[in-house]
């Protein structure tokens, strides 16, 4: 048996102490051993585990390791620019074979698009492309909505959970605001051309990648082309940084009206076509701060004096 026993203390009272086998140590000291295992015999300690008591409440003994050799790193010679050398790490083999299946489906979203004559054909080729992976994910493709000849054409991000479930551009809570911004300057929804920057949601709404973005980029560009708006608003960092190929956010870019340039027609000979686009916040940036609606407000104020000089109003 291996528990804790009483030990009779001076004047009748108990405390607690172990025998040795239980392994605590601090037995009360007695002068007759034998009456002492006695009462440990009396009380039913009958196995020993050591012949001496043991503190385990004591700091364990350091034990000194002797000091090991170590080779002095060698110093790397100054190589003038403020550098030490340092060996040459491999760099990663490159992935052709995936980097080559992008390039082919980028070539074949381009094909594509190029042969689409309306909006109509486009969204057919959307719908039968199946070289991006995200039309395989998505609930529906997005495309192109809105009347045709409108002035106006908002490019928004890639689809939402609201626009894949319904198959509609700006749909949800982006396309109320949507609504009551254009609404203030007197324009209606209904007027609008919209259309996502890249027609399929990615999986769980995360960022599409550069991959996938290059391979969705024919689409919309053909679109433009083909709905041939006066001016073209891009809503959000995504169709900002994919039609104006500039690495920043739309908040940067936003408060004028920049150039884009988009593909020749190969069919059509002649320069290639050039939009005029606004950068803006995408409207749920509206939540985001005062400044967000501040900037908006200034936007949309540059949009209607815009629309109004296009129609002579």
Same mark, same amino acid.
């Given at each position: 048996?291996r528990r804790?026993l009483?030990?009779?203390?001076?004047?009748?009272?108990m405390?607690?102490?172990?025998?040795?086998c239980?392994?605590r140590g601090h037995i009360?000291?007695?002068t007759d051993?034998?009456t002492?295992?006695?009462?440990?015999v009396?009380?039913?300690?009958?196995?020993?585990?050591?012949?001496?008591?043991?503190d385990r409440?004591a700091r364990?003994a350091?034990i000194?390791?002797?000091a090991?050799?170590?080779q002095?790193?060698p110093?790397q010679?100054d190589t003038?620019?403020g550098?030490r050398?340092?060996?040459?790490r491999?760099?990663?083999?490159?992935?052709?074979g995936?980097?080559?299946?992008?390039d082919q489906a980028?070539?074949?979203?381009?094909?594509?698009?190029?042969?689409?004559?309306?909006l109509d054909?486009?969204h057919a080729?959307?719908r039968?492309?199946?070289?991006c992976?995200l039309?395989?994910?998505?609930t529906?493709?997005v495309?192109?909505?809105?009347?045709?000849g409108?002035?106006?054409?908002?490019?928004?991000?890639?689809?939402?959970a609201?626009e894949d479930r319904?198959?509609?551009?700006?749909?949800?809570?982006?396309?109320?605001?949507v609504?009551?911004?254009f609404a203030s300057?007197?324009?209606?929804?209904?007027?609008?051309?919209?259309a996502?920057?890249?027609?399929w949601?990615?999986?769980?709404?995360?960022?599409p990648?550069?991959?996938?973005?290059r391979i969705?980029?024919p689409?919309?560009?053909r679109?433009i082309?083909? $709905? *041939?708006p006066?001016?073209?608003v891009?809503?959000?960092? !995504? #169709?900002?940084?994919?039609? &104006?190929?500039? @690495?920043?956010? =739309?908040?940067?870019?936003?408060?004028?009206?920049?150039?884009?340039?988009?593909?020749?027609d190969? $069919? *059509?000979p002649g320069?290639?076509?050039t939009?005029?686009? !606004? #950068?803006?916040?995408h409207? &749920?940036?509206l @939540?985001?701060? =005062?400044?967000?609606?501040r900037?908006?407000?200034k936007d949309?104020?540059?949009?209607?004096?815009?629309?109004?000089?296009?129609?002579?109003g």
């Open positions: 048996m804790p009483p030990n009779p203390a001076p004047g009748g009272r405390a607690r102490a172990c025998i040795t239980v392994g009360h000291p007695m051993s034998i002492l295992l006695r009462l440990y009396e009380w039913g300690a009958d196995d020993a585990l050591d012949t001496h008591p043991h409440m364990p350091t000194d390791h002797p090991t050799a170590t002095p790193t110093i010679p003038g620019n550098h050398n340092s060996p040459p491999p760099a990663p083999a490159p992935a052709r995936t980097a080559t299946l992008i980028v070539t074949a979203a381009r094909t594509a698009a190029q042969a689409a004559r309306t054909e486009l080729a959307i039968g492309f199946d070289a992976t039309r395989d994910s998505a529906h493709s495309f192109v909505e809105g009347p045709t409108a002035p106006l054409m908002l490019i928004g991000e890639a689809p939402d609201d319904s198959g509609h551009p700006f749909a949800g809570e982006s396309g109320a605001l609504s009551a911004m300057i007197g324009v209606e929804r209904t007027s609008l051309l919209c996502p920057v890249i027609p949601r990615p999986p769980g709404g995360r960022p990648s550069a991959a996938e973005t969705c980029l689409f919309i560009q679109a082309v083909l $709905a *041939q006066a001016r073209v891009l809503m959000g960092n !995504l #169709p900002v940084s994919v039609l &104006l190929e500039e @690495r920043t956010t =739309a908040a940067r870019m936003r408060g004028r009206w920049r150039e884009i340039t988009l593909p020749a190969p $069919a *059509q320069p290639a076509p939009f005029m686009a !606004l #950068p803006m916040r409207p &749920l940036q @939540r985001a701060s =005062a400044t967000a609606r900037d908006t407000w949309m104020l540059l949009i209607r004096e815009t629309l109004e000089s296009i129609s002579g």
